[in-house]
Antibody
């Protein structure tokens, strides 16, 4: 069974930093593109970033470009999102999602709250 | 790129059918074969129910169907059941690993 388990969310002040992690199991992690997708309170889903299977291709939404960094460790079946210069509008549940053109599997998400 | 356009709400009685449209542009939905739909019960992980416009993953009931015409994709839920009450999101893959989602539609089973 495919499992994606996010962690690292919490309360952080504006301008602060946070690092999210996603532990994957049940599939060959190194074969797949993985994304971060977020959902702000009361809002829809928003794609944040993606990283190809071998980390050669990395993309970001304009809203996070220059502030967030996606990375992965295929030896640990893990995905990361380093979030710097956080803003109130980054408050959301962040999901780890398997797939490039289709979001095949989703984690349960981790809540990030940016507030003073 | 802007989010795809979905109605904020839809409803139907048990046993009825309901169709949820998802409107994009000739740069996303209109040209993409990778249009997908997700069911999201609050507090749970979103679930893929339609991929590549009209295909269903294993285990998804055939009550769920997808289609596309021009710049608008549609999800139809037939034979509505109480457990279908959820939020539904469309998504289009535009290349460069860029996924665009719709704003979501809250489906209420009356």
């Amino acid at each position: 069974e495919v499992q994606l388990v996010e962690s690292g969310g919490g309360l952080v002040k504006p301008g602060g930093s946070l690092r999210l992690s996603c532990a994957a199991s049940g599939f060959t992690f190194s074969d797949y593109t993985i994304n971060w997708v977020r959902q702000a309170p009361g809002k829809g889903l928003e794609w944040v970033s993606s990283i190809s299977s071998n980390s050669n291709y990395i993309y970001y939404a304009d809203s996070v470009k220059g502030r967030f960094t996606i990375s992965r460790d295929n030896t640990k079946n893990s995905l990361y999102l380093q979030m710097n210069s956080l803003r109130a509008e980054d408050t959301a549940v962040y999901y780890c999602v398997r797939g490039a053109s289709t979001c095949w599997n989703w984690g349960q998400g981790t809540l990030v709250t940016v507030s003073s | 790129q802007s989010a795809l356009t979905q109605p904020p709400s839809a409803s139907g009685s048990p046993g009825q059918s309901v169709t949820i449209p998802c409107t994009g542009t000739s740069s996303d939905v209109g040209v993409s074969k990778f249009v997908s739909w997700y069911q999201h019960h609050p507090g749970q992980a979103p679930k893929l129910i339609i991929f590549e416009v009209s295909k269903r993953p294993s285990g998804v009931p055939d009550r769920f169907s997808g289609s596309k015409s021009g710049n608008t994709a549609s999800l139809t839920v037939s034979g509505l059941q109480a457990e279908d009450e959820a939020d539904y999101y469309c998504c289009s893959y535009t290349g460069s690993n860029n996924l665009i989602f719709g704003g979501g539609t809250k489906l209420t089973v009356l």
